[in-house]
């Protein structure tokens, strides 16, 4: 499987995740590094002056220090040295004393140190003591007390440098930094979501089956700044969170591990997008510490992660399986990554995002009541605002509809007298006609049915109206009021027509209509 990074630019890096493959990098001018990929910090001191003289006072760790070629010649040269001085100075004895002129070394005469001749014989006469060998041929003799003396300063100073030589070989033998070529760093990090925040990622591994101890991991981010005063810091340094505030930042390392720092407000990454990745230009040190299982020194493997190897919008693949009883890590899946969907957007920039297409929600405003029936605000409803719609009918129903059935059938047999005093014509004191015309609109109800009415010389459909938010105790008082028996509303326009028929003032539809009955 194979996914391509792309960029918001002229630079591209081709990530590939099939077996046995290999990244390759973008063809890019190479930027200096401050701590190159296998840990060496990339940074050297120069016109020290009389400090240099700090470097001899801990010599031991001056000599720890130096490579090996450095360690090796100086080890060879102090052994070699010191076996010349101090042969010079068994065959210094042997002159002063004059053992070299007796050459055979007769019965009678008695040298300071036996069968020494000439210089040779007086190194491996040396060689003999330091080293302990003890052939028998060439030893001390009692007569000579400055021999005693130089034997004493030998044996001092043989333990000496070989305490100090190879104490140091041994000490450089055990560095713990070896221990570090077996901790692997991933090639690139990546940045990509993880429980739905975006986080800066990278992996670490531990090719040894011997643990790392209290294994604990810092991150740091080198990148030069400018301080509001206008001090410019070159390499200014700032600590990355990977955990330390919940304890992840202490790893148990028996398997690879993927490390995550949440790209928070806290975040100096908080508004790095993937546009501003490619003008970025920092660079993150990780820093591995531990204890070595098996020696009980403190181990550290360092790496660095420059801005071009940060994979925008990629993922570590899985290395871990499970086989028949252990779990099995396929480390030549250790650095491959697969592309997977990311927001190319920095966690700024979908903050202010969210909270502009997230509005507030609008205040609701309280509707103010509306006038009841008995009670209009001491202003007289219009004619407007007296009549209904027709489409609020079926309301109107539904609120008779919830009359108790008591009031319901007192209701009915009200119209019903209203219906004979039409009919009859009953005539009221003025000599008007009967009539529903002038029966207040505030108080009439919608019915299915509609009271016929001469008006204007025509027939027409008179609609009964309720106010919307009238309440039926008040509907009923007024109902009560003016259907009452005898009493119906006057036909404005109609002549008195004292003791004559009713049925003469009705329209020519209703008189045939009595007529049939």
Not at 59 to 71: E, P
Not at 367 to 377: A, E, F, H, V
């Amino acid at each position: 499987m194979s996914a391509i990074r792309r960029k918001f630019g002229e630079d591209y890096q081709v990530v590939n995740t099939d077996r046995g493959m290999t990244f390759s990098a973008p063809v890019k001018k190479k930027r200096q590094r401050f701590v190159e990929k296998n840990g060496r910090c990339n940074v050297q001191h120069g016109n020290l002056g009389g400090e240099t003289s700090r470097y001899i006072s801990d010599l031991f760790t001056t000599l720890v220090d130096l490579k090996w070629r450095w360690n090796l010649l100086i080890f060879i040269l102090t052994y070699t040295v010191a076996w010349l001085v101090m042969a010079s100075m068994w065959w210094v004895i042997a002159y002063i004393r004059g053992d070299l002129s007796h050459g055979g070394h007769d019965s009678s005469y008695t040298p300071c140190v036996a069968n020494v001749y000439n210089f040779p014989s007086a190194f491996l006469f040396f060689i003999e003591t330091e080293a302990t060998i003890g052939y028998g041929y060439r030893y001390i003799t009692e007569k000579c007390p400055e021999g005693i003396i130089l034997f004493l300063f030998q044996s001092l100073l043989g333990s000496i440098v070989d305490a100090f030589l190879i104490g140091c070989m041994f000490i450089k033998m055990s560095q713990p930094k070896k221990r570090a070529e077996t901790l692997m760093f991933s090639q690139d990090a990546v940045v990509s979501q993880r429980d739905g925040k975006l986080c800066l990622m990278f992996r670490v591994g531990n090719l040894r089956n011997s643990h790392m101890v209290s294994a604990q991991i810092r991150c740091k981010l080198i990148k030069s700044r400018q301080t509001p005063e206008g001090e410019f810091l070159p390499l200014d340094q700032c600590e990355l969170d990977v955990g330390f505030g919940t304890g992840a930042d202490q790893l148990f390392l028996v398997s690879p591990l993927t490390i995550c720092h949440e790209i928070n407000t806290k975040s100096p990454f908080f508004d790095l997008s993937q546009r501003s990745l490619m003008n970025e230009q920092f660079e993150i040190v990780v820093i591995l510490e531990g204890i070595v299982e098996t020696t009980g020194m403190t181990c550290q493997a360092r790496t660095s992660y420059t801005e071009d190897e940060v994979l925008w919008g990629h993922r570590f693949l899985p290395v871990m399986s499970l086989e028949e009883g252990f779990f099995r890590v396929d480390y030549s899946q250790f650095h491959n990554t697969f592309e997977v969907p990311t927001p190319p957007y920095s966690v700024k920039e979908q903050e202010e995002k969210s909270s502009i297409t997230s509005p507030n929600p609008l205040p609701v405003t309280p509707t103010p009541p509306s006038p009841s029936l008995g009670n209009n605000g001491g202003r007289v409803l219009g004619r407007k605002e007296r009549l209904l719609s027709a489409d609020y009918a079926d309301h109107i129903e539904d609120q008779a509809t919830r009359i108790p059935p008591k009031l319901q059938r007192m209701s009915s047999t009200k119209e019903e007298n209203l219906w004979r005093g039409l009919k009859t014509g009953t005539a009221l004191p003025g000599g008007k006609a009967s009539s529903t015309g002038d029966l207040p609109l505030s108080i009439q109800r919608l019915r299915s049915s509609s009271i016929p009415v001469v008006r204007q010389g025509h027939l027409e459909e008179q609609v009964q109206l309720l106010p919307l938010d009238g309440e039926a105790e008040e509907v009923e008082m007024e109902r009560d009021r003016l259907v009452s028996p005898g009493i119906s509303t006057i036909t404005q326009g109609q002549a008195p027509l004292g003791g004559g028929r009713p049925e003469d003032n009705l329209p020519a539809k209703l008189r045939r209509m009595n007529a049939d009955r």
